[in-house]
């Protein structure tokens, strides 16, 4: 059975950083891609990193320069590295896995609030 377990979320006050881990474990046939959408309340759900098996990296605008998506393949781990926190990027941020057969895997999700 796959899990993804999204942990490092809480309360940072703007300008901050957090890191954001998921953990990845089970059987997935070929990842595709790994990422971070996030949804905010009333919110279409968006966007904010993805990581190909090649490499490739996509950010969603809004956060562009502000966050960084790795992985640790040993660890089985992705992660989102977020700095310059604004009140805006308060939202659920949850962890996306895609196979090559095009199943997609879901954690939790974990919430970030940015406020002083």
């Known amino acids: 059975q796959v899990r993804l377990v999204e942990s490092g979320g809480g309360l940072v006050q703007p300008g901050g950083s957090l890191r954001l881990s998921c953990a990845v474990s089970?059987?997935?046939?070929?990842?595709?891609?790994m990422g971070w959408p996030r949804q905010a309340p009333g919110q279409q759900r968006e966007l904010v990193a993805a990581l190909t098996s090649g490499g490739s990296t996509n950010y969603g605008q809004s956060v562009k320069g502000r966050a960084t998506i790795s992985r640790d393949n040993a660890k089985n781990t992705v992660y989102l590295q977020m700095n310059s926190l604004k009140p805006e990027d308060t939202a659920v941020y949850y962890c996306?896995?895609?196979?090559?057969?095009?199943?997609?895997?879901w954690g939790q999700g974990t919430q970030v609030t940015v406020s002083s």
């Open positions: 089970g059987s997935i046939f070929n990842i595709y891609g």
């Open positions: 996306s896995v895609v196979d090559g057969r095009g199943q997609d895997y």
